[in-house]
């Protein structure tokens, strides 16, 4: 049972690993990797049950649970951290968060790969000691979520984006901070599932924007 405890053990750290997101934006109170999982799985078994086609609601809500394991040990990573995109004067910041990154195809498949090495090696790490099949069967999950070839892959990867987007929306909400225009730019240029569209823009309705 040691390899049991070591896992579970491990994987509970991660309630201590912030969310890139929220602070940079300057909360007080960022949500944790943990946080996120669990909601992410909430959304996809809720929402995952509403759209128009069959999933296979075994895989996405595994693929919900284990998604960002990994950044156990890579950390959570924002789309701005990289130091051509993210100044060291934190006064030029605001401007920045209201434009999506745009990066070349070139540079972009390059991060991917290499994103995915890292990750790879960090699940690697988490699961050592498990039994094999459940090795195989945590890391398969999550390299279907990355490639994001199979239609679960793609629901989960905009439900793990419509969360995000939620989280900021609450950080407005409830300290003051605020929202900036990237989390919709990002969030409209993922999402096409229907019914996460339409949870989103009710999202809009439920927290308007603010000046």
């Keep these: 049972m040691k390899p049991f405890i070591r896992f579970f053990t491990e994987a509970g750290r991660l309630r201590k690993v912030l969310r890139r997101g929220g602070v940079l934006i300057g909360s007080k109170s960022p949500s944790s990797i943990t946080d996120h999982l669990f909601r992410a799985a909430l959304m996809t078994l809720v929402l995952g049950r509403e759209k128009n086609g069959n999933l ?3 895989k996405v809500l595994e693929m919900a649970l284990v998604h960002d394991l990994c950044e156990l040990y890579t950390g ?3 789309p701005y951290d990289h130091k051509t995109i993210l100044p060291q004067d934190k006064k030029k910041w605001p401007e920045l968060f209201d434009h999506w990154p745009r990066l ?3 540079e972009k498949k390059r991060r991917v790969e290499q994103k995915y090495k890292q990750e790879g090696k960090a699940i690697d790490r988490l699961l050592q000691g498990l039994p094999r099949a459940i090795q195989k069967e945590i890391k398969g999950s999550w390299s ?3 490639k994001g070839l199979t239609k679960e892959a793609r629901f989960v990867k905009q439900i793990n984006r419509l ?5 900021a929306l609450e950080y407005g909400r409830e300290e003051k901070i605020r929202v900036y225009k990237s989390w919709w730019v990002g969030s409209k240029e993922r999402i096409d599932e229907p019914v996460l569209i339409k949870f989103m823009e009710a999202l809009a309705k439920e927290f308007p924007a603010r000046d």
């Design 163 to 167: 969360e995000a987007l939620l989280q």
């Design 104 to 106: 070349t195809a070139q």
């Design 76 to 78: 959570d990573k924002s």
């Design 144 to 146: 279907e979520y990355e």
């Design 56 to 58: 296979n609601m075994t």
